[in-house]
């Protein structure tokens, strides 16, 4: 439409976002010796989940400065210079809910006029959002599932918003058919992972993929196709129920069943 109109040049924006990882136990894939990290230690997985599969994808230029210790002082004059030159900020790490909150205590001491710690949500409890300057900080979980679940649930439609676009609607699948129980707390939003496909009988199932443990990754790539959500108000679905996925990835199809 603009080449009809005989324009070839429009201004845009992509939001510049900086990430920020904290935490003493964290160490850089390419400083990981040959038998693997030292005991204590464990590698930057998160970074490159919000980096290059979240922020690219999104249309953002995100900016990665490098790991910051569990220390209120380097956190805060670490993000609050990063406040100056970049649109938004992502940490990850120090917001964990009941424990030292390293994040949230240094991000607290810049004054922001709005600070929320915490969402109803599993997994990413921890993660939290506070705004500086009209700028958002978004302090996410360390584990990469939780992280990349409080990304979309929160920084996704805030980044959107900002630059005024609308997110592209998921597809849906309706009458997906439970292989096992569910179990989750009620008060909480969980967003189960899942892995869909089409039997030859012709019905979908829906293959939980891992009920506990926000830092496991095989949920990100062993056939994840898909995302169950469970309202607050219930504690799961049993097995045989007939739920609703949101699919973000193909639909498989499995012979076997």
């Known amino acids: 439409m603009l080449a009809s109109m ?15 990882s904290t935490g003493n136990e964290l160490m850089e894939v390419t400083d990981v010796p040959v038998n693997g990290p030292p005991p204590g230690r464990v590698i930057n997985s ?4 919000i980096e290059g599969g979240l922020l690219k994808s999104l249309g953002c230029e995100p900016n990665y400065l490098g790991i910051v210790g569990d220390n209120e002082d380097g956190i805060a004059s670490t993000v609050g210079n990063a406040l100056k030159d970049y649109d938004a900020v992502i940490t990850t790490g120090g917001v964990s809910v009941g424990k030292v909150d390293y994040t949230i205590r240094a991000v607290s001491r810049l004054n922001p006029e709005y600070l929320n710690h915490g969402l109803s949500i599993r997994p990413g409890r921890p993660n939290s959002i506070a705004v500086v300057n009209g700028k958002p900080i978004f302090m996410l979980s360390g584990f990469p599932v939780a992280a990349a679940t409080g990304f979309d649930v929160l920084v996704r439609p805030i980044l959107l918003h900002m630059m005024g676009a609308i997110d592209d609607p998921k597809p849906v699948i309706k009458g997906g058919v439970l292989t096992r129980r569910v179990s989750t ?13 089409l039997g030859r009988d012709g019905r979908v199932y829906v293959e939980p993929l891992a009920l ?22 219930r504690e799961g679905f049993d097995e045989g129920d007939e739920v609703e996925i949101t699919l973000i990835r193909p639909l498989f199809v499995d012979e076997t069943r």
């Open 185 to 197: 707390p009620v008060n909480t939003r969980s967003f189960v992972r899942v892995r869909v496909y």
């Open 6 to 20: 005989g324009v070839y040049r429009v201004k845009v924006f992509s939001p510049r976002v900086a990430i920020i």
């Open 46 to 49: 998160s970074r490159f989940v």
């Open 212 to 233: 506990t443990g926000s830092g496991i990754l095989s949920t990100l790539v062993r056939g994840g196709n898909g995302i169950l959500v469970v309202p607050e108000n």
